[in-house]
């Protein structure tokens, strides 16, 4: 597709969406912004990762694929990597673990490029994208548990000590949260290395640069309320307490750019398990890195094997055992031998 | 469905993790705090109106903090009146509860302003 066409239109729908957001602000409609539109999202969210999650869990894994990054396990004098190349559980835990929260694999990113005196083709790692991608989960993460402070109450001591680290710098009043710029910073990175690279601006579809927009775009509108265009935090907590009662009132006279927020995370949730962003369930269900590498220890059994019938030469010779006998061919079980056993 | 055991387990932590909002409030009375006016300035007003006071209070000390702090400005013209730009004499004269007014709304959202570290929370309670 167009690169044009898919940044555009990206560009419109999340544009659309903001307006769509804005109108949480009428008091005739924050009945529906308020409470009906986050509850239904929390419920596409649910059931549409649990559908997603079936879905993989019922794809069988035909044959052993795990990668492996270090020696497997074989002859004693030879160094075994217990987590590059697993051969238990507890290996690929390790290893899964260090996939999820590190981010492993990205790590190993390298690139092509000619040398600087002649045509010599080099490969060297880069972690920029690692660097960009991990910023902006880890930025995410931040964000999303500084905001339990608004669905806790008394509000949790683990929130309280994000916030400290979070807003070590002490500036201003709010004081800075580092976290939101950071998230903002990496998922800019994200994107400009999308538009900026041209193969990378070749593969992007508008399902690319939709969540980036998305994301880009709540994280600014939440920044824009914090520092810039206040909203009324009180009334933003007791709207959030109420839902998560089941109580359905919506206090007045909160700003508008809540509104913009609030429905964009909306369909950040409704959007997620049928996007790409369900990566982070998949992430799981890869078998490149959820299978020991035992390969040689197990047999893997393909599940799709159906049963076949099948017939051993034992079998073969007791049936024909007469006729091989008479036209002279040898077999392993004398004629007569096998009269006596009967 | 392949690994039943593991993938229900994940499923049904995951959404306890993420609906914990829901129902680590069941049955709790969701109370929003109200904040006291002070009844000795009850019945007046602000440095502002109200509905800016609630959402710009913390903006409104910040610029008054740089404006004492670095150009030496203490006096505030606001849309109520002439103001000493001062934490403890203009803010906490009249707001002299702090526990029941400023506290009140800050342990809702979990704040602790570092400002009490410095200044004294009333002219009346300078131990405070
Ligand atoms: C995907 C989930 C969300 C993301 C990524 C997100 C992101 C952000 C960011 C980056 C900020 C800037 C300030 C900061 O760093 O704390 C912010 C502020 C804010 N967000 Fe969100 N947000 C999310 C969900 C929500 C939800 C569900 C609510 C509704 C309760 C909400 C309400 C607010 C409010 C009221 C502020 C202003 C905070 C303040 O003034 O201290 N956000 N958000």
């Not at chain 1, 969210?45 to 074989?74: D, E, H, N, S």
């Not at chain 1, 390790?94 to 000619?114: C, D, G, P, V, Y």
């Not at chain 2, 993938?7 to 969701?30: E, H």
Request: hydrophobic share 45%; net charge neutral; charged share 15%.
């Amino acid at each position: 597709m167009n690169f044009w066409v898919s940044l555009i239109s990206a560009g419109v729908v999340v544009t659309v969406l903001i307006a769509i957001g804005a109108l949480g602000a009428v008091p005739a409609l924050q009945v529906i912004f308020g409470v009906a539109v986050p509850i239904l999202a929390v419920l596409i969210f649910l059931a549409g990762i649990i559908w997603r999650v079936v879905q993989y869990a019922r794809r069988p894994v035909p044959f052993a694929i795990p990668t492996t990054c270090g020696q497997q396990k074989t002859l004693p004098w030879i160094k075994h990597n217990p987590v590059e190349s697993p051969n238990s559980t507890a290996g690929v835990v390790a290893r899964m673990a260090l996939e999820i929260l590190t981010f492993r694999s990205l790590f190993r990113n390298t690139a092509m490029s000619l040398g600087e005196d002649g045509p010599k083709i080099t490969y060297g790692s880069t972690q920029w994208l690692w660097l960009g991608a991990i910023v902006f989960h880890y930025a995410f993460l931040t964000v999303v548990i500084r905001h339990m402070r608004f669905f806790t109450e008394p509000v949790w001591g683990l929130v309280h000590l994000i916030e400290t680290f979070d807003g070590f710098l002490e500036v201003g009043l709010p004081g800075l949260m580092l976290s939101g710029f950071a998230l903002l910073a990496a998922g800019g990175y994200l994107l400009l290395r999308r538009l900026a690279i041209p193969q990378l601006r070749y593969i992007s579809l508008p399902n690319d640069y939709f969540p980036l927009f998305l994301i880009l775009s709540i994280a600014a509108s939440g920044i824009l309320m914090r520092y810039f265009v206040k909203v009324d935090i009180v009334a933003v907590k007791e709207l959030a307490m109420n839902i998560a009662n089941f109580k359905f009132a919506v206090p007045e006279g909160i700003g508008v750019l809540f509104w913009i927020h609030l429905f964009l995370v909306c369909v950040l949730l409704a959007y997620f398990p049928f996007s790409k962003l369900i990566h982070s369930g998949g992430v799981f269900f890869s078998p490149t890195r959820n299978m020991a590498t035992n390969t040689r220890e197990y047999r893997h059994i393909n599940p799709w094997n159906y049963p076949v019938k099948i017939h051993t030469y034992e079998a073969y010779e007791d049936e024909f055992r007469e006729k091989m006998v008479e036209a002279g061919l040898p077999v392993d079980k004398p004629l007569d031998e096998e009269a006596t056993a009967q | 469905m392949y690994d039943k055991g593991k993938v229900i387990t994940g499923i049904v932590l995951f959404v306890i993790v993420f609906t914990f909002p829901f129902w680590i409030n069941v049955g709790k009375a969701n109370i929003a705090p109200e904040p006291k006016i002070n009844p000795e300035v009850a019945g007046k007003v602000c440095v502002e109106d109200k509905a800016f006071m609630k959402a710009n209070h913390m903006q409104l000390l910040d610029e008054w903090r740089d404006s004492v702090v670095r150009d030496g400005n203490r006096t505030y013209m606001g849309g109520t009146g002439r103001y000493e730009m001062s934490l403890t004499n203009s803010c906490m004269g009249c707001h002299n509860n702090k526990a029941q007014f400023c506290d009140s709304c800050h342990n809702y959202v979990s704040l602790t302003p570092n400002c009490w570290n410095c200044h004294i929370e009333s002219k009346e309670n300078t131990n405070g």
